[in-house]
């Protein structure tokens, strides 16, 4: 799969298993309003394409977003996460 | 001339055959029928021109574009999000809120666009709370039929009647189908608890996590979701006051649709016109050509005489034949092409000497709209919810669909019955 | 009705201002016009939908589809690539021929598609030759408007003209145009050689590079390809037979494309209606709306009748006053909603005692046709070219056009006067 790395000061990001998904928990450390318009393209993409249960955002307040992956759609979500920035390095690991 | 009336029998029943069977689109098959009769001169082009309810298509065409463009506001997630946390995330209770919503928007808006809307939020909300999507789309299948019956503009038959009736306004159709709309969505809750609560258990802490969904953010564009709102609003305005301003529904529709995109700019032109479902649009259009072959060489009428002739000219025993009829013949087939049939002949009875043609059209508009419901093939709706939730990994099977819509189905008929048996007939 | 009359003209005026001004998309405007004409009352909806063209716009819909799908075959960058080599590579052959190709394409397409189809292949070649593509974009601009010219099919000038007289047949309009349009080509070849020869020099090197290109494998999909042709074909054979089977041209048009997605299946046809540029479609409703109130209030009729005044209802003054007209107004503003006018008032005229309307009818159809080369906003196909020129780097100038679409189309129009004259009137 993949490793990735962002700022840490800017925005922490976990993610875990539950069945098919891969639910990631994004929490934006401070009111930036390019990481939140970021995340708003992701979420276009994403709402754009004809596929609906790819990746499904849900807010929550303070800047804490839930986002269910669907895990064939794993590698499209951190790809446009890095895209838009939200990350700054992204690698496959050695398991592929 | 009797020549003539056997071709465009023949040219019809093949064409319904292959719409049926589903073999080829059908747009293409509705089309080129349409051209047949044009092509063996069964009509002339203009006379096939001057059949096609242009105020339909019209009326369907501003509606999609003001639909369309309002979607992206990010509204109908807010109002899904919204009713979930109402519902305290209890999923039977979300069920029944998002039934219920999807009744009242497909009464204003057409029946497709609102599944189109309601159902990715439905996905969405669902996987949060890991229960089975099913359910909830099987009843917004059903409560997308009946919210349609209740307006002039909720669902395509009852958009083609107003429009071929002048006579039968926006609020006539509020006046008279919006109480069996309702009576019908009352008596459909308990039954969809009753059927499914057992099905959609979820746990606390999912609940939770619902709850604590903030739904502002959905707003997308709130400067565009003003436009939006208040086009809407007007349109809605001229639809209830449309007799009174001697204006017909499509310009009603069509002046809301362009209004809205000179507010929003023309950037959205090219984006809310590829948006039109070009598709249905087309089969309305080969359709109405190809019923025009049948008025043309005097089938329909004939056909109608034969329908009199059965009941003998009785209103209730007309209108009981026609309502049942409807509903049994949407449930199986498309009601579009049935009703364009039905239209023309309905109008033949009244020049025959029925005089009271209103429980007629009452008896179709419910007949056609409530019937969707008997199948999975009975409304575009249905298909296309089944086809997205297909898609989504979740298939909706054709006998399951049947086992809960047709008994629904024959319930809501039933009362329409009584209803109008009631209203209009004693 | 004299009130509705000035209110006819005022909204008419305002909205033609409106689009001449380009700040509203000119489809929002003419659809916004069109329907305030509907709201005032000064036509009621029946009416309007009566007076729009449906022959026009299913002509228009039709060849797009069949268009845009040849368009996925590769087959035409495969003729520009083979007409490149046939030309070995010099660059004022390779503008000679690719004029030629654009002539003959817009006889029988739509004048924007030909464009959108020559423009990319225009630069792929000139980009390879490392020279200016802005002498050949020129030129196949000129060459669309003088192709479409020549068939009832090539310039929507012409498919309005034939479709609201039904006696100008396909044939007619070949018999009647395509001499002229042949005639202004071969006159404007050689000025093409003198203007630009000079401007656009290229290494033997770099001609080598294009003698070597292989132009078999443009062909993408040689199935799709040979269904096109045929349909096309067929379509082609259609229009030039419609006639003698009582068909009209938009059923042709139609059957066409219906037949070809009958044959590619319906994965193509979401895709061909997404084509379909529906924004010049509902300019031609709304145009036709508007000029609907005009004609409806007595307007059109009192503009006729001060024609005829002005020039005594002599048949030579009148059709010349008609073709320098058409041609300087549609030089310099939309030539469709002119027409959409004209047509009307030379109907009018019939009505009026001039016995011989013909000759205003190829007036009216080469002046706003040729008349089209006379500046960069003449013709939408003008417009499309220069859009997609100034995207890729290489804007062409409104003056630098002028300098050379003026004269030349003057050169045009004097052609066509003496045409017309010794043909027609002597």
Known sequence: MLNYGYDEAALRISESANENDVEFRIV????????????????????????????????????????????????????????????????????? | MEQQAIWAIGIFLVIYALIISEKIHRTIIAMIGGLLMVVLGIVDQETAIHHIDFNTLGLLIGMMIIVSTTAETGMFKYIAVLAAKKAKGEPIRILILLSLITAACSAFLDNVTTVLLIVPVTFSITRQLRVDPVPFLLTQIIASNVGGTATLIGDPPNIMIGSAVPELTFMAFIANLAPVAILVMVVYVPFFIWMFRKKIQTTEELKQGVMAMSEKELISDPKLLRKCLIILGLTLLGFFTHQMLHLESATVALAGAFLLLLLTGEHKLEQALTKVEWMTIFFFVGLFVLVSGLVETGVIAQLAKRAIDLTGGDPIATSMLILWLSAIASAFIDNIPFVATMIPMIQEMGSMGVSDLEPLWWSLALGACLGGNGTLIGASANLIVAGMAGKEGHPIRFVQYLKVGFPLMLLSVVISSVYVYLRYLI
Do not use: C
Request: no cysteine; glycine share 2%.
């Open chain 1, 28 to 96: 934006l450390a401070a009111d930036d309003p390019s990481i939140i318009a970021g995340l708003k393209r992701v979420r276009q993409e994403f709402d754009e394409n004809r596929v609906y249960t790819d990746v499904l955002f849900y807010h929550y307040p303070d800047h804490e977003y839930k986002i269910i992956v669907r895990k064939d759609y794993y590698v499209d979500f951190v790809l446009e996460l890095m895209k838009q920035r939200l990350l700054q390095s992204v690698e496959w690991t050695a398991d592929r």
